[in-house]
């Protein structure tokens, strides 16, 4: 029931989080026929050289055997080197490319993922029904039509080329044997070339198998997207808190501020801005605090308790208000009607003058 419910597509956090765990697809009809494709073009271009140096290898032993009366473990162990080195110049430099090759389909088509994860003990890999899901699932089920297919295009590949051989079989026997072993390598490589190329096919159709499978098997709930979007966003309750108490802390930290205010605008309680203007640091009055209603009246509150000379101006305290962040300086357009305010603070506390 719970899969029938994933019908949403993986989100790029769930995608991240599989191939950390070492979760990706891949197709390994790909990396078969690869390695099948690169070992056939080695062998053809490479044949003549290996065939040269097991000949020489051949006829070299022979010689060394029939001239030796006595066969010790000196001669056996001689015998045995040139043979793995015959062995490693023939052989190596193929299973080499081979390896090299499987290693970077692999890599091509997991993005050269390597992950930790792959190597602890699951509990999953040795247990019987899990082992039984895997057998009788869908994927098993390919995986064995796939073989199937397989086994039954090389049969069929070498019943119609043997049907074919057979025609010309006799003319063969008419034939030098070297012409005959040529003609017998190209009828061996045409079927190596056939079953690459239906291979080929079967490979595409694998990869685009599973592609679709892995997407499937990714695929999410509606509930866990949203629980992944609480995770990745934050839960928006907890957000609205969070931003409550950060603007409970700027409120705080704005009315602190207050006292150390010229001179507070005000309209009359609804609005209460508070302005400084220190001649030698700023370049222009800045607002030290700002408030509506509750805030304005707090803002007015603290100036009265620490003698702040306030001034009742309607159209500058909303305008304040409105268009000057705290601890921004006041706009250009505000500069004549502040200057005011300003002139007349400067001469009401050379008079001694309070707050009003």
């Not at 490479?46 to 066969?71: A, C, N």
């Not at 051989?165 to 056939?194: C, Q, T």
């Not at 599973?210 to 839960?235: A, I, N, P, R, S």
Request: positive net charge.
């Amino acid at each position: 029931m719970a899969e029938s419910n994933k019908t949403e597509k993986a989100t790029p956090k769930k995608k991240r989080d599989e191939r950390k765990k070492g979760n990706a697809f891949q197709s390994r009809d790909i990396v078969s026929v690869g390695m099948l494709i690169v070992g056939f073009i080695l062998i053809s271009r490479l044949g003549s050289f290996i065939t040269k140096q097991i000949r020489e290898l051949y006829i070299h032993e022979l010689s060394y055997v029939s001239t030796t009366y006595d066969l010790t473990i000196a001669g056996c162990m001689q015998i045995l080197r040139e043979s793995i080195i015959v062995f490693f110049i023939s052989a190596v430099p193929i299973m080499i490319a081979l390896a090299l090759t499987g290693i970077v389909l692999t890599g091509a088509q997991t993005r050269f993922l390597v992950s930790g994860d792959l190597l602890k003990f699951k509990y999953s890999r040795i247990s019987i029904v899990q082992g039984f899901k895997r057998m009788f699932s869908l994927k098993s089920l390919v995986q064995l039509i796939k073989s199937i297919i397989k086994v039954a295009v090389i049969l069929w590949v070498i019943y119609t080329s043997l049907k074919d051989l057979m025609v010309v079989a006799p003319d063969m026997f008419n034939s030098g044997f070297d012409e005959s072993i040529a003609f017998m390598m190209d009828r061996v490589m045409a079927i190596v070339y056939k079953i690459c190329m239906i291979f080929i096919v079967i490979a595409v159709l694998d990869f685009a198998f599973q592609k679709f499978d892995y997407e499937q098997k990714l695929k999410m709930t509606k509930q866990e997207v949203k629980d992944e979007y609480k995770q990745t966003e934050g839960d928006p309750f907890i957000k609205g808190k969070i931003k409550e108490k950060q603007r409970k802390m700027s409120m705080n930290r704005m009315i602190q501020q207050v006292p150390q205010a010229d001179v507070i605008v005000r309209n009359p309680t609804h609005f209460a801005v508070a302005l400084k203007y220190d001649l030698e640091n700023d370049q222009a009055p800045v607002v030290l605090a700002k408030g509506q209603d509750y805030m304005a009246m707090r803002i007015i509150d603290i100036g009265l308790k620490h003698n702040i000379l306030m001034t009742e101006n309607k159209p500058l305290a909303r305008s304040l208000f409105q268009t000057v962040e705290v601890n921004d300086y006041i706009p250009a357009e505000l500069y004549k009607a502040v200057a005011e305010v300003m002139a007349w603070v400067y001469s009401t506390k050379k008079k001694g003058g309070k707050a009003i």
